[in-house]
């Protein structure tokens, strides 16, 4: 009897950001942060000096914030749990798929993970980031930490990368039903005569990473309007905003606190979508759930309600295993959702426009 041949083994390498594991792990996670040239855009001489500097003024907050967390991030955790609901959506695909996590700033880092996928005999690599939108500032930054890590370990298999996928139809309708579902919980539990608005919530960038060409801002307004496009929902009232700045430059707005402030003044009720995070972590259960949720009650906003990150949903999984599909399915070695580039050339920073160049 002929043995049946062997199925290609496919690396799915899901790229994220990371975070501290335990307290200690706090400083010299903010370190990896801001000493990266893709965050802390300044003279090499001077990064790896300013980079502790700011780490070390921010390290307090942060332990603050990840003890309301039981003390480290739960994004491992939810990012293996991601993986391995990924790999059972694939199951019965002619390939055999395997998830492996590389985190950007703490463990398991890019090295660990090429190591892993090298152990494991991989065909092929397909990069998998968890950020819908692309940006020079993580997706960008995790690539270029992947390239690096693979030539380290010696790991030479054809790769493929999935740059983004905020437009992507099956992301934009199974959030629209997670949205839709925090909506209509939240309307049940207003007032008739209080409105209710979505602040889709991303995380901000400093004006100048924008200006120098970054497609992320432009790219999480496509998200949104296809979220909103998807939830079909009368004369709904919606803005987009932006979170998390961390740093005395201005960054790209509205910001989500002035939004916030806004609906006390309109007397409007909220509901914050993080649209930029597909996982639940300290952006979203502390910024979010707790210090956004408290500025909201001294402003007097009349309801303050979250809709939760996509985690593991199986609508959102199931769209996933079809951008591995089509990403596979392509000759291309960098594919955006639709395969080709799809952002207007303004966006010098998108990743098909340097491999333009480089050609």
Request: glycine fraction near 6%; aromatic fraction near 8%; charged fraction near 25%.
């Amino acid at each position: 009897m002929t043995a049946a041949p062997a199925r290609e083994k496919i690396a799915l390498v899901l790229l994220n950001l990371g975070g501290p594991d335990r307290p200690e792990s706090v400083r010299p996670f903010l370190e990896n942060l801001f000493m990266d040239p893709a965050i802390l855009r300044v003279p090499g001489f001077i990064r790896p000096w300013l980079g502790k500097f700011i780490a070390r003024r921010r390290t307090k907050a942060a332990l603050e914030n990840y003890m309301v967390l039981g003390g480290k991030s739960p994004l491992l955790e939810l990012t293996i749990e991601q993986g391995q609901t990924l790999d059972a959506a694939l199951a019965h695909d002619e390939a055999e798929f395997r998830s492996f996590v590389a985190m950007r700033y703490w463990h398991p880092f890019s090295d660990e993970a090429a190591a892993a996928v090298k152990a494991w005999g991989a065909d092929r690599v397909l990069l998998v980031p968890l950020y819908p939108q692309f940006s020079t500032t993580t997706t960008g930054s995790s690539m270029t930490a992947w390239d690096a890590a693979a030539a380290k370990v010696g790991l030479s298999v054809p790769t493929q990368t999935l740059c983004c996928w905020h437009s992507d139809s099956g992301f934009a309708d199974a959030t629209a039903r997670i949205v839709k579902d925090a909506f209509e919980k939240a309307r049940a539990e207003l007032p008739a005569d209080v409105p209710l608005r979505v602040l889709f919530s991303a995380h901000g960038l400093p004006e100048t990473i924008v200006k120098q060409g970054d497609p992320y801002q432009w790219q999480v307004e496509q998200t949104v309007l296809r979220v909103v496009d998807a939830l079909a929902l009368p004369g709904l009232d919606w803005i987009t905003c932006y979170q998390s700045r961390v740093t005395p430059q201005k960054w790209i707005g509205p910001a989500t606190e002035a939004e916030i402030e806004r609906a006390a003044k309109d007397k409007t009720a909220i509901l914050v979508v993080p649209i930029a995070f597909v996982s639940e972590h300290s952006e979203t259960l502390v910024e979010l759930d707790v210090e956004y949720r408290e500025e909201a009650e001294e402003f007097g906003v009349p309801g303050y309600f979250r809709a939760p990150a996509q985690n593991s949903d199986k609508a959102f999984i199931e769209a996933i295993a079809g951008l591995v599909r089509r990403t596979l399915g392509s000759e291309r070695g960098l594919c955006s959702f639709a395969g080709a580039r799809q952002c207007p050339k303004v966006h010098t920073g998108c990743p098909h426009a340097k491999l333009k160049q480089a050609a």
